[in-house]
């Protein structure tokens, strides 16, 4: 019967006891407001992620993968005949838009490549 008064005063007690109660509170203001700053970094850091990669993207698409080089003829000993002779080439890639992507004209705008080699004869 002791311990059943003991434990039953000790309940009250704890019942009672309202001292923890300001701390509590306290937590839960301080963890609102870190989780409002979290969210609001969280999106400002989203927003930026986003404008980076747009950059990126627009730097990729703005690059020109056109070429041209100069041909090239070497002739033999005596100076009169052409050993080898490549003619110059060139690309100029075509300038792809949202309308013209899937359209005919898209593909007609693609230039070909030639390159000739001319040997000597034996």
Known sequence: MRLAR?????????????????LSTELVLVS???AL?????????????????????SAIHSVSQGYTFNGLSTNGTSGSAVIAKTSGSSFT????????????AAS?????VGISVALPPQ
């Open 93 to 104: 890639a075509p300038t792809i838009t949202a309308a013209s992507v899937g359209s005919p």
């Open 108 to 112: 007609q705008n693609a230039q070909s």
């Open 32 to 34: 609102t407001i870190v």
């Open 37 to 57: 700053g979290m969210i609001t970094g969280l999106k400002s850091l989203a927003d930026n992620v986003n404008a980076e990669l747009s950059d990126l993207g």
């Open 6 to 22: 003991y434990l039953a005063l000790r309940f009250k007690r704890f019942w009672k006891n309202e001292s923890g109660a300001i």
